[in-house]
Structures are given as structure tokens and as C-alpha cells.
């Protein structure tokens, strides 16, 4: 009897060890599950993760592209002002020039042969005018006779003076000092008034013309600077406006403009296109934001910005816009952080958690 009761003791006491231990096992292994769940609760965030920039004001400059053509600042079509023959040829293609430097010589023979003859009358004519001038002054003479040799003298005078100048016509020279292009007429040439002898371009200057909108004609004013550029050539060259029409062209309702630059160098050349790039007007506390952030809508424009830890939509009006920035002109302020991913998720007032601030 006490046998039995004493292994009833023993079971008993088996049993309750083992209900024990597994009641540790069991805390133990559910501590150790739970831990994993709790740490996931503790890192998730709290709403919807986004990315955000702060809005800052900066200087701002609207520009505009426009086409252009390079002329020579100077460019005359070198011509014979007389019916005459050719007899030198001193222009030499392609060379630089100076002003005034002998071009072209015309045969002028017969006009030095007509000089020398009125220059000889010229003579005879004077000592007449002096003879009557001392008769009349010592009443020997009528004073109408005088008169009439004087005016003859002037008239002879006067014929003598056409004709240099018709002599010196036929010594043609460069109006200006320039570059002159390809020669048409060789010595033994007869050429006709008009005739195209050669053209002599002055480049050390270019005229640019281009059109701008009819929107932007009183932005633009003389003395303003232009950038410009050509197919030909990377580098970047400056130039001033220094005219323009004084009405717009009523088809395509642009206003053309002349600017002028230097090209010293002469790596330009007349009738090469041009590629202007024109600033229009300059904010010095113009506010930008990343094109991403813009929701477009029937109504315009509006983006998210971060209110505490919610999203708040705004409308806005837009400015100028660039590749990856575009201007605002109404509806934020400096400081504004807006929100520039997830948006497709969001809606007013969500719950936000911000991943990423620039």
C-alpha cells in the first residue's frame, strides 16, 4: 500500500515538472516569435513614403532662340562708272585691301589729250578777261565785253573741272579697306558702265538681322548684348544690337533687328546662318520647381507640399519652363517643401512619411 502511493507521488510529481517546463518552453518560443513582429511594427512607417525638395528663390533669365543671317558690315560690288578699256589690273583675288589702294585702270588717253587743250585755251581766255578787266577800269572799254570774257573764262574753267573728274574716274579704288573676292575683268577688257569688275567685303565687323514675336518687340532695346553661334563653329560670340524696323512685317508680324559683333579674326564668314540666343527679362527671386512635382488639370497646374506629416494639394501658375524646372509665379512660397515622387498615391490631407529631403 504505501508501495503505490509513494509511485502515485512520483508520477504525480513527473507530470507536474513536465507541465512546467513546457509552460517554459512555450513562453520562451512565443517571446521569441513575437519579437520579429514587433520590430516590423516599430520600423514601418507611418504613411506613404515620399520625397521632397525645399522650394528656394534664385535669379531667373527668360531667353528665347531665334534664327539669324551674318552679313559684312561693309560689301560694295566694285563697278566702272564709264564706257572705257581696261588697261591694269592691280586688284589681286582673295588679298586684303586698303582704302583708296588702285584697283582697276581705264584707258584715259584721249580725256589727258582734251585737258591739255581746254588748259591752253584756259590761257588765252585768262589774258583776255585781264586785258578787258584794265580797259574798262580806264573806261576804254564797255563793261558788257568784260562781262562776257569773264563768264567765258568761268564756263572753260568749269569744263576743265568735268573733265578731272572724269579722269579720275578712271582710277578705280577701294571705297574701304576690306577683302576682295574674285576678279571679272582682265587688262584689254572693255567694260560698260555698270559692269561688275569685283566685290570687296569688309568682315572685320558682321551685321546679324533676325526677327523677333511681336510679343517681345518693346522688350528688346538698342545697346542690348545677343549671343549667337554657327553650324560651323562651337565657340559662342557676342554682338549689340544697334537697330531695328521701325514697323513690324504686317505677314509674319516679327520685328527685324540688326546687331553688330566683331570678327576680328575672320573666321566668319557673310551668309552664314546663326543661331541668337536672347535674353528677355531677368528675376532676381524667381521660384522653381522640378517638373515632376506638377499635376497637370483641366484648371492648370497644382502640387503636393508637406504640411506636418500630411500632403496638402495647391494650384498654381506657372512661368517659364526649362528641361527639368519650371517656374512658379503664383500659389508657393520660399521654403515650401513639395513632395516630387509617389503623388500617384497621394490625395489631400494623406498621411506621409518623407524618405528624402533636397
Known sequence: MEKTIQSTKIVSGLILAGLVLGSVFLKGYTSKGTAPEKVVAENKPAGIPVDGQIIKSGSLSEE??????????????????????????????????????????????????????????????????????????????????????????????????????????????????????????????????????????????????????EKHANTLKTGDEVKYYVESNVKIHTARIVAHESSLDPKTRTLLMRAIGSNSSHELLPGQSARLTIRLNTSGSALMVPNQALIPSSQGYSVYVVNGNKAEIKSIEIGQRGASLVEVTKGLASGDTVITSNMLRLSPDSQISLVKLH
Open 64 to 213: 528665347m532662340t531665334v534664327s539669324g543671317t551674318l552679313m559684312a558690315f561693309q560689301e560694295v560690288s566694285i563697278m566702272s562708272e564709264l564706257n572705257r578699256k581696261v588697261i591694269s589690273v592691280q586688284a589681286k583675288e582673295g588679298k586684303f585691301v586698303n582704302a583708296g589702294a588702285l584697283l582697276f585702270k581705264l584707258d584715259d588717253a584721249d580725256l589727258l589729250a582734251e585737258l591739255e587743250q581746254l588748259k591752253q585755251q584756259e590761257k588765252l581766255v585768262t589774258l583776255n578777261e585781264r586785258r578787258l578787266k584794265d580797259l574798262v577800269d580806264r573806261e576804254a572799254a564797255v563793261q558788257q565785253d568784260y562781262d562776257q570774257a569773264f563768264t567765258n573764262l568761268k564756263v572753260l574753267q568749269s569744263k576743265i573741272e568735268q573733265l578731272k573728274v572724269m579722269i579720275a574716274k578712271t582710277n578705280i579704288r577701294a571705297p574701304f579697306s576690306g577683302y576682295l573676292g574674285i576678279v571679272n575683268v582682265y587688262s584689254g577688257a572693255y567694260v560698260s558702265a555698270g559692269t561688275s569688275l569685283a566685290q570687296l567685303t569688309d568682315n572685320s565687323r558682321l551685321k546679324i538681322d533676325f526677327a523677333i514675336p
